[in-house]
């Protein structure tokens, strides 16, 4: 079984400052790990996301993740967060294999305070 | 580019009520969920869908009924709605299981 654990429900943050949201996961088998974005009275979107090659993967927003399978972790990091980017956050994991569904984490509301 | 598409955007019930969500999808995705999201307790998988004609149970599934009789629709079946069943539901697809899930916009369910 796998399992995410994202240790911050609420993140405040103020506009221009850097943010890191915190995810760890658990899993007997190789992992595929994604960041979920979802705004107000919205859907989650994919933010980015890992499924092999550079540890480090980048959105088109500015966000970056890393994977670190030492630690387990798959931290979402921005070095200047604008108001915009206020949202609820999700952290999720599925197996390589694809014998697994993908699992979500509960969330982490990232709240830009100007 | 629909993606998603979910219907209706809101509903309010009384209790003992039914209703059916609809669902659908236009990405030729084999896979598709319905999750409900309640404050503060993230996304809790209700029913799943691997290809048309077979469903599976999430953690969540009493009190609802799905069916996929073809692989664009997956509509989600209340019946005899109850005010735990007040959620903001969610419609999602996948190409494969462990692949990114692509969400509708969500029906935001009142009962009452």
């Known amino acids: 079984a796998q399992s995410v654990t994202q240790l911050d429900s609420q993140v405040p943050v103020f506009e221009e400052a850097p943010v890191e949201l915190r995810c760890n996961y658990s899993?007997?088998?190789?992992?595929?790990l994604f960041w979920y974005v979802q705004y107000p009275n919205q859907g989650l979107q994919l933010l980015l996301k890992?499924?092999?090659?550079?540890?480090l993967v980048e959105s088109i927003n500015g966000f970056e993740a890393e994977f670190n399978k030492s630690q387990t972790s798959f931290h979402l990091r921005k070095p200047s967060v604008h108001i915009s980017d206020t949202a609820e956050y999700f952290c999720?994991?599925?197996?390589?294999?694809?014998?697994?569904?993908?699992?979500f984490g509960i969330g982490t509301k990232l709240q830009v305070i100007p | 580019n629909a993606g998603v598409t979910q219907t209706p955007k809101f509903r309010i019930l009384k209790i003992g009520q039914s209703m059916t969500l609809q669902c659908a999808q236009d990405?030729?995705?084999?896979?598709m969920y319905w999750y409900r999201q309640d404050p503060g307790m993230g996304l809790k998988l209700i029913y799943y869908?691997?290809?048309?004609?077979?469903?599976d149970k999430g953690e969540v599934p009493n009190g609802y009924n799905v069916s996929r009789s073809t692989t664009e629709d997956f509509p989600l079946r209340l019946e005899l709605a109850a005010p735990s069943q007040t959620s903001v539901y969610f419609c999602?697809?996948?190409?494969?299981?462990?692949?990114?899930?692509?969400f509708g916009d969500g029906t935001r369910l009142s009962i009452l």
């Open positions: 999720a994991v599925s197996d390589a294999g694809g014998y697994q569904k993908v699992t």
């Open positions: 890992y499924l092999s090659g550079s540890t």
């Open positions: 899993s007997s088998v190789s992992v595929y």
């Open positions: 999602a697809s996948s190409y494969r299981g462990n692949q990114p899930q692509h």
């Open positions: 990405m030729n995705h084999n896979y």
């Open positions: 869908s691997v290809g048309a004609g077979i469903t």
